[in-house]
């Protein structure tokens, strides 16, 4: 049975957010697997403290993983 485990800073996804992410990993899961694997596919949000998280050596805040969100990427 497969099972996906999303790792996230707590916080940074509300809870339709997180509700959204396992309805589309499980979506894509079963394009992949097949209809019949749906009821063992399992998708696991594991919510990490702020601060807890860390890129390079830095750690990393709900604050700083939201102003990611709203950055725009240059060109």
């Not at 594991?46 to 998280?53: L, T, V, Y």
């Not at 990393?60 to 060109?75: E, H, M, R």
């Amino acid at each position: 049975m497969p099972l996906v485990t999303i790792d996230v800073i707590k916080d940074v996804f509300s809870p339709a957010q997180k509700a959204e992410l396992i309805r589309e990993v499980t979506a894509a899961m079963i394009r992949v697997e097949g209809e019949a694997m749906r009821g063992v596919t399992w998708v696991k949000i594991n919510e990490i403290a702020s601060g807890d998280w860390a890129i390079g050596g830095q750690p990393l805040t709900t604050q700083d993983v939201q102003k990611l969100a709203t950055t725009p990427i240059p060109a």
